[in-house]
Structures are given as C-alpha cells and as structure tokens.
C-alpha cells in the first residue's frame, strides 16, 4: 500500500503544479499527463550519468542475457546492458527532435505569418513551394536529405526540420488569412499602423497558441521520424546509444527469441511520443484556436 501512497502523492503533486498554470477545460488532464511523462524522460536524459548502472558502451554481462535483477532490461549480443543503453539514448533524441522543431518553427511561423498577411503572388509562390514539400511523406523526404548530407546529429536536425517547416506555415497562414480582417486589425489600421506593427503586435499574438500545439504535435512525430533514421543508419553510428539504433542492432535477434533487445527501446519510442502527443491535444482542447489577446 505505501507504493500507491508513493504514486498517489506524485501525480497530486504534479497537479498542484501544473493546474494553476493551464486553464480549467476539458484538456487539461491530458496535458497534465504528457507533461508527466516528458518531464521524466528529460530528467531521465539530464542525470543519465549518474543514474546508469554501467557504462552503454562498455561489457556489462554475459551477451544476450535476459532480464535480471544485474540487468534489468537485459544485455545485448555484445553484452552491454540495455537499460544503460535506455537511458543514455534519450539525450539523442531530444537533442535531435527540440532542436528540429524549434529550427522548423523559426522558419515556417514568420514565413507562415508573411505569406498569408501579404497575399498575392508571394503568397501564391510560397504555398506551391510548401504544398509540394508537404505531398511528400514525411519519413521519406527526411530519408531523401539525410542520405543526400549523410550521417550525423546536425544533418538529421537539418533533414527533420526542413520536413516540418510547410506544417508550421499551413498552420499559421491559415490563422493570418483569417485574422487580417478582423476588426481589431482593420482598427489598428484605420489608426495608421504599419504593416511590421500589425503583423507582431495584433496578429503574432494570437498565433502563439496555435504554435505551441504544433510545437507538441510535431515533436511527437519527429521522435517516430528520428527512429526511423536512426533505425536506417543516418543519424549515429556504434557504439553511440540510440532508441532507434538499438532497434536496428536487435532486429536480427528477434525471431531467436532475444525480445528484449527491441522491446524496451521500442516501448521508450512510443511512450515519448505519446507525452508530445497527449501535451499537444490536450493544448488543442485547452485553447480555443483563434482567441484574441
């Protein structure tokens, strides 16, 4: 019973911190719990060094050993320990998704925001380069970049935030079409205010909250995109840990029985996912899209 008690007291403590800030609606709860899950990911990758029973690289048993009390998530065909291997993996993909999604959306919100307030033909212009970015999957086409700049941390960053750039614009032109004629935006006009103003001042505003639900929604897409390149080779190389590497190294070992060597970085790849995914339709429901500030 203390081991519920222990559970009960952290989620109320998380409650009693994460209510004040995001606003009674049917959402919060939701946000609430990816929030949890993706806090404890992050902590997980801040004090991987001190929390990792054994070095990831280093021989930590005997190869292929199954769950035990040495190696609670087993060890691999070269013998090293597979939780340490977890934990240590996370820091790539954090690294490698925030950095993307904070690249894409530097880019594709001011571009977003240009595009659908000026209209005309450079807007015509941009949408058709961005329509014909999105037509293509999103896997794929960061396939194609990586393979064309090859392996490594900064160029998955770079091929994972050109994928996500046409959501931001989509999302943020659409908002800007529909809050330029408004008329608090008519107001500021009629009183002589230029167009740098009304664009920062009455439409960026109300696209904050709209950004940050992509922001969520696409991360937790980039961490399956940042899987698969990794799981294919282009993004780190042995012996450097890496949910989706590991899932690569294990797959020759699955139909001999050696489950563990997929399952554990498998199940971490879904379970960050879902902490993105549940903050980013929990934001969806908190905040109405389209709300003047």
């Known amino acids: 019973m203390k081991g519920i ?11 009693r ?28 990758a801040i004090l991987a060094d001190l929390i990792a029973p054994y070095n990831p690289t280093k021989l930590a048993g005997r190869p292929l050993s199954p769950p035990s009390l040495e190696n609670p998530m087993g060890t691999d065909n070269l013998g090293r320990d597979i939780l340490s291997r977890v934990i240590h993996g996370s ?48 896997l794929i086409l960061a396939i194609a970049i990586a393979a064309v700049l090859g392996p490594s941390v900064v160029n998955a960053v770079v091929a994972i935030s050109v994928v996500y750039v046409p959501t931001y614009f ?20 009629a009183a002589g205010a230029g167009n740098t ?9 109300n696209l904050v909250t709209t950004a940050i639900v992509v922001f969520s929604l696409s991360i ?30 294990g797959r020759p070992y699955l139909p001999s029985g050696y489950w563990w060597m997929i399952t554990f970085p498998g199940f971490m790849v879904m379970l960050l996912a879902l902490g993105f995914a549940l903050i980013g339709e929990g934001l969806s429901e908190v905040y109405a899209p389209g709300r003047e500030r």
């Open 91 to 138: 820091r790539i993909v954090l690294v490698v998704v925030f950095s993307a999604a904070i690249v894409s959306m530097s880019i594709g919100v001011p571009i977003g925001l240009i595009s659908g307030y000026f209209g005309g033909k450079l807007d015509r212009a941009i949408s058709m380069i961005m329509d014909s970015m999105y037509a293509f999957p999103s």
């Open 170 to 189: 989509r999302m943020v032109r659409g908002q800007t079409l529909s809050l330029k004629s408004r008329l608090f935006v008519e107001a500021a006009r």
């Open 5 to 15: 008690g222990d559970t009960m007291e952290v989620k109320n403590l998380a409650t």
């Open 220 to 249: 937790a897409d980039a961490i399956l995109t940042e899987a698969g390149l990794s799981f294919l080779g282009f993004i780190v190389t042995a012996p450097t840990p890496d949910w989706g590497f590991d899932l690569s190294s």
């Open 17 to 44: 911190i994460f209510r004040p800030i995001i606003p009674e609606a049917e959402g919060r709860n939701m946000v609430i719990a990816g929030l949890i899950i993706v806090i404890v990911i992050l902590l997980m």
């Open 197 to 205: 103003r009304i664009m920062s001042r009455y439409i960026f505003p």
